[in-house]
């Protein structure tokens, strides 16, 4: 009897000395990335992520004066596994949204760009509600996109969710759906551009509704680590002032994507 | 925990309960038909008959049935000729491509489970057929096939479970079954756990359904080998 209850003290000691560390450091940031979405961030044929999301994490990391640890996550799961802590810190290209506050911490802004519909060349011949009307749309799952399509057009057309945007390319190319709505950059650097985009176009106007679209992307925190929060936005502010913003953007874009 | 938002989308699993169970249910009734007469070709001496039926058993035993639906729906899609040609149409359709998948994956599996059981049919059974002068059909049809699928029912239970859980990959082709809904809930309100628990719990009632069905079946297969209750009265009487 003795000695158990000896042993129990002991686990216990332990694990009361080992578990409340304290307020963290942020010495070294875990950063949860997503790795599907080009070309903010993909993999590369030699299996490394890449991307402007990933150079964002990199350059930010890096100027709050830490180190940086990279979590591939698949979208779906992408905030639940923050709050289990899996990582610190969100750089996925997530739109700041009310919805997801309630959830998460945002830091400000580090890029804004438009919402747009594409479909095949010649397909539609006008943008309008009715043009729409029996289409099936594909969206990725958990997006502000699939929101703004499921509250505006819920009613009227067929919509496909996909885990990743990737997978809505190849069923857009397989002629599976009719519409695609994304983030216009992703659309065009991801898919537009590329061979197997060729026959594909933009249609209808730039969305950028707040109420929908949000603000912008940000990076996402747990709500408890309003510290880092400060951090990330005090070492966003550098990156933009000393150039190095700058320098990732151009690597990837030939215009401003972080908006007015 | 708020199950509020469970309520308030209920349809959406309803949607996906209703998707599940017919997905399931096509698929094992079209599967077990074509796993029957695989499974009486499969035992005969015949390597040409044998051959194919063993490399197709092999294949879709072999691989993930999350990767047989990668291959019907996603590979297939890249086919330009299959693309332009009549049987589009179907691979176009997620759901039937997903029935695909899971047809041929039950029936690979389901003509094992009856090939061993007609294998392990008693010497004696067989032998008294033939003494009776039965044909092969006939014995095949009176004998061995029935006493087979008493012996193969067990086996063909876990199956058919299997093949409930197995139905939860369909929703990665865009598919609205159980887990898909449990998937759009979590996405729209970012709750795992609510959205999830509810999918267990629709798996866990289907799965108690099945169950007392084949306990059903099970009772009344194994008729022959109850004492016989009216033998008992009629002694006491």
Known sequence: ????????????????????????????????????????????????????????AKAVVKAMGAEIELVAQDWDGII????????????????????????????????????????????????SREALKGKTIGVQRATIHDKY???????????????????AYLDLTAGRVDLLLADSVALSEGFLKKPEGKDYQFIGPDLTDEKWFGVGAGIACRKEDTDLVNKLNAAIAKIRADGTYKKIQDKYFDFDVYGK | MDF???????????EGLKNTVFLVSISLVIGLSIAIP?????????????????AFVYFFRGTPLLVQIFIIYYGFGQFEALKSSFLWPFFKEAYLCALLAFTLNTAAYTTEIIRGAIVATPHGE?????????????????????????RALPAYSNEIIFMLQGSSLASVITIIDITGAARIINSRYYSPYEAFLTAAAFYLCLTFSILWVIKKLEFRWSAHLRPQETDIAEVRG
């Open chain 2, 126 to 150: 067989v032998e008294a057929a033939r003494a009776a002068g039965m044909s092969r059909m006939l014995m095949f049809r009176r004998i061995i096939l029935p006493s087979a699928f008493r």
């Open chain 1, 149 to 167: 399509l499921t509250d505006n057009y819920g009613k009227d057309v067929t919509i496909k969710r996909y885990g990743t945007q990737d997978e």
């Open chain 2, 38 to 54: 695989l499974a009486v070709l499969r035992t005969s001496k015949n390597i040409w008959v044998t051959a194919p039926i063993r």
């Open chain 1, 80 to 127: 639940p596994a923050l709050l289990a802590k899996k990582y610190d810190a969100i750089i996925a290209s997530m739109s700041i949204t009310e919805e997801r506050k309630k959830k998460v911490a945002f830091t400000n802004k580090y890029y804004n760009t438009p919402a747009k519909f594409i479909c095949k060349k010649g397909a539609i011949k006008k943008f």
């Open chain 2, 4 to 14: 509020s938002i469970i309520s308030g989308n209920i349809d959406i699993y309803l």
């Open chain 1, 1 to 56: 009897m003795k000695k158990l209850s000896l042993v129990v003290a002991v686990v216990l000691s332990v694990l009361f000395i080992v578990g409340p560390a304290g307020a963290k450091d942020w010495k070294k940031v875990r950063v949860g990335v997503e790795g599907a979405y080009p070309p903010f961030s993909f993999v590369t044929p030699s299996g490394k992520l890449d991307g402007f999301d990933i150079d964002i």
